[in-house]
Structures are given as structure tokens and as C-alpha cells.
């Protein structure tokens, strides 16, 4: 699993450790990262195939990676992914390498819903990561329209794959 994380999340969780020509083993792909200075600190992390937010407390901070593969897991199991994809992916996900961001689209994403967040602070994570999923967002007009459209047909070409 691959988080690419912004310098102000990174000053937090570790330095970037991606050797030149690692990729992402994930079935998801790569994971962009930053967090909401919020009291307590939110992470916010968006899928960069599907732009499907993850949301969840950043500290304490050591742990947040594998809380956060926690909460994509369970996040997986809500829209209805198999539990053989959940646990391949849980089981890739134990592998984490932090990087710099490099998808400019994908950061540019992170801010609009850090705007939204930020506006919407008084629902509760769970609340909030399912409205940022359903909010459209323009790389994906052409195609599914918000994160969780784009998520869903993830899981049904996946589900294509595995017959």
C-alpha cells in the first residue's frame, strides 16, 4: 500500500520511504494522504483510482496506517466488496511505504473536500466520509460521477476478473 501523503501529514506518521520502482500491490492502487488540523486531527485519505474518501482519527499517529487499512476494509464490506477482495486487499495493505504526493488532480480533489469538510465539521466522520462520497467531482464527470459511482464499479470490475 502506497499513501502519499502531504509534508504536513508526513511530519506526523514518517518520513517517505518508497524505493525508486516500488508500485502499489494493492487492487485499489495508491492512497493519497493529508489531514484536517482539527481538535482532535482527522486523516483524510482518497483513493487515486476512485477518489473515495477514507476519513478516520489520526492519532495516535504510529498506528494510523493500519487503522486506516482497518477502515478501508471495513468501508469495502459497506459497498459490498467479497470478503476474498477484502482480504486480499487487507493482506497487500500490511506492506505500507509513505511517499510525497504526485498526482496534482488527486491533491487538487484532497483541498475541495477539506473546503467541504471544514464546512461540514459538525457531522460525524462516518456522516461526512459517505456526503464527500457522493459529491461529484469533475475528474470523474465523463465517467461515474462522484467516488462512490467510480468505487462501485471498481468492485464490478473486480468481481468480472474473478469469474
Request: glycine content about 4%.
Amino acid at each position: 500500500m502506497i499513501v502519499r501523503a502531504t509534508k504536513k501529514l508526513r511530519d506526523r506518521i514518517g518520513t517517505p520511504d518508497l524505493r525508486a520502482g516500488e508500485q502499489s500491490t494493492t487492487a485499489l492502487g495508491e492512497w493519497y494522504a493529508t489531514r484536517f488540523a482539527w481538535r482532535p486531527d482527522v486523516l483524510l485519505l482518497v483513493n487515486e483510482t476512485t477518489l473515495l474518501p477514507i476519513l478516520l482519527p489520526l492519532a495516535p499517529a504510529a498506528t494510523t496506517l493500519s487503522r486506516a487499512a482497518d477502515r478501508i476494509a471495513a468501508t469495502m464490506a459497506a459497498y459490498g466488496a467479497d470478503q476474498a477482495m477484502i482480504a486480499a486487499e487487507v493482506e497487500q495493505m500490511r506492506n505500507r511505504r509513505i511517499a510525497p504526493t504526485a498526482n496534482r488532480s488527486v491533491v487538487g480533489i484532497m483541498t475541495e473536500f477539506t473546503f467541504l469538510a471544514d464546512r461540514s465539521r459538525e457531522r460525524e466522520l462516518g456522516d461526512l466520509e459517505a456526503w464527500l462520497a457522493a459529491t461529484p467531482c469533475s475528474p470523474l464527470y465523463r465517467t461515474h460521477t462522484n467516488p462512490k459511482n467510480a468505487f462501485m464499479h471498481q468492485l464490478s470490475l473486480h468481481r468480472q476478473v474473478q469469474r
